[in-house]
């Protein structure tokens, strides 16, 4: 089929790099020249394992423009995933959303046409992405004749980091639209992915026990609130944990028996019982303000809701409680945070739990040195009133440090060689804000461990 994605982000580029690679035509829209630019010459603007292989293997079926006017006419589905961020009252803001609509109607040309909603929109947003598609089209001089469209939603459930097999091998795929005919051709596209007909990528083998996809096939709203109520419930789990990760403490419990404990529990399960400082990235914490914001336009409280988003912000807090905790002045002691992207595998820096422990430390006087594998160039250009705070080598963050908190779980500081650094710091403290490392090993090493829960 000929499919147009606009938006070339996390979400875009895997979308129609992977439906590229299981033989569909794709024409990816994106207005930045640059990202455009890097990505006809096969390199990949952001930090995603495997991305630039199956750029490769997919290329024959795949181009990169900024030209609407390239990607849309004859196209039989138009994938929007432009991104949504939010507004300062917590609601999304849909600008990118209304121009990339307006920028589809104005190219639109084939007999019918899905135009599907990827990015995370608030319920109701596939009917005035509607509205918006039929007044700009009503508006063209040179609108053609027998021209359909119908607009669907098709939620993105992707992990970045994971982005190319959640893509290849979902849990489920859900579509929603109130036209039946969308319906049946989002059906079609996704035919080999829902029976797992294709050939994998080299790089990326099928997990044994993929049987055929489950396709939930639904009506545009309930689409729309599956995703935001999917990740309200991830966010809920976590910081579920890090609530009674934290009473644990309290009772000299071990937290990491407990969430063993209940996750083998089958109607709980064990992933995302995870405790730390909590969850970050661009989802979870927009996905349920918008999620709020959206309940009380209905005059409905979501007081669940509240809650994990705010022992999610008090996590952070915590973390740098702990700290005070043990050093009992922060003015002047240098702090070294490992990780800054918000999860291992990403050079994804929003909403990261290390900024927000970073500024806290900064605001209490402490001298704070970050460091990251991957997203340090990342962080000096979306923040470079920070950049001085950043360490390229391990050594600069541990060099004299008073005390460490390990932020981010990327696999470089796991199988860290700790005891290389012990004598390089003044105090030995090690905060593990993901309950990650072996405490008894740590202590051997000669570090103090402390723990964020019990
Ligand atoms: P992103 O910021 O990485 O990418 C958005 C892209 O859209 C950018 O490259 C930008 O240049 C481009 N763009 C903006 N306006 C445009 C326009 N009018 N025309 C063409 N291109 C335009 O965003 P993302 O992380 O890919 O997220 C996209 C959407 O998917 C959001 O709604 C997000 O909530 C949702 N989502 C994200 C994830 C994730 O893990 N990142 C997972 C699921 C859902």
């Excluded at 470079?384 to 390990?406: K, N, Q, R, Y």
Aim: include cysteine; glycine fraction near 8%; charge should be negative.
């Amino acid at each position: 089929m000929k499919v147009c994605v606009v938006g070339t982000g996390y979400v875009g580029l895997t979308t129609g790099v992977s439906l590229a690679f299981l033989g569909h035509q794709v024409t990816c829209v994106d207005l930045d020249q640059e990202k455009v630019d890097m990505l006809r010459a096969g390199r990949c603007p952001i930090y995603e394992p495997g991305m630039e292989e199956l750029l490769a293997e997919a290329a024959q079926h795949l181009t990169f423009t900024t030209s609407y006017a390239e990607g849309i006419p004859g196209a039989d589905v138009v994938f929007v995933a432009v991104q949504t961020p939010s507004a300062p009252d917590g609601s999304p803001d849909l600008r990118y959303l209304r121009s990339a609509a307006e920028s589809v109607a104005q190219n639109l040309d084939h007999d019918f046409t899905v135009v599907v909603n990827k990015s995370t929109v608030p319920i109701g947003s596939g009917n005035w992405v509607d509205a918006i598609l039929r007044d700009s089209f009503a508006q063209r001089a040179d609108r053609p004749q027998n021209c359909e469209f119908s607009v669907a939603s098709n939620p993105e459930f992707l992990r970045e980091g994971n982005a190319i097999h959640d893509t290849l091998f979902p849990d489920r795929i859900v579509i929603g639209s109130d036209n039946p005919r969308a319906l049946e051709v989002l059906n079609h596209l996704y035919r080999p992915l829902i029976n797992q007909t294709f050939t994998p990528p080299s790089f990326q083998p099928r997990p044994d026990d993929t049987t055929a996809v489950p396709l939930v096939s639904t009506d545009l709203a309930s689409a729309e609130l599956i995703k935001y109520a999917a990740n309200a419930f991830l966010a809920l789990k976590i910081s579920y944990v890090n609530e009674i990760g934290q009473l644990a403490g309290k009772v000299g419990a071990d937290i990491t028996e407990v969430a063993r404990g209940i996750g083998l529990d089958q109607r709980i399960g064990s992933r995302f019982l995870e405790p730390g400082v909590g969850w970050g990235g661009s989802c979870f914490g927009k996905d349920t303000k918008a999620l709020i914001a959206t309940a009380s336009e209905y005059k409905y409280d979501m007081p669940i809701v509240q809650a994990a988003r705010d022992v999610n912000q008090r996590q952070r807090e915590i973390a740098v409680e702990r700290l005070q905790s043990e050093l009992r002045i922060l003015k002047g002691r240098k702090i070294g945070l490992l990780g800054v992207a918000f999860k291992p595998n990403t050079d994804d820096l929003r909403d990261s739990p290390a900024l927000d422990i970073a500024n806290l430390l900064i605001a209490r006087g402490a001298r704070v040195k970050l460091h990251d594998p991957i997203a340090g160039d990342r962080f000096r250009r979306e923040y470079p009133d920070m950049a001085p705070h950043l360490s390229e080598t391990l050594d600069g963050v541990f060099d004299d440090c008073d005390a460490i908190v390990l932020v981010t779980k990327w696999a470089q500081y796991l199988e860290l060689d700790w005891g290389k650094f012990v004598g390089l710091m003044r105090t030995p403290i090690v905060l593990d804000g993901r309950n990650v490392l072996d405490a008894d090993r740590m202590q051997r090493l000669g570090y103090k461990y402390i723990a964020m829960a019990g």
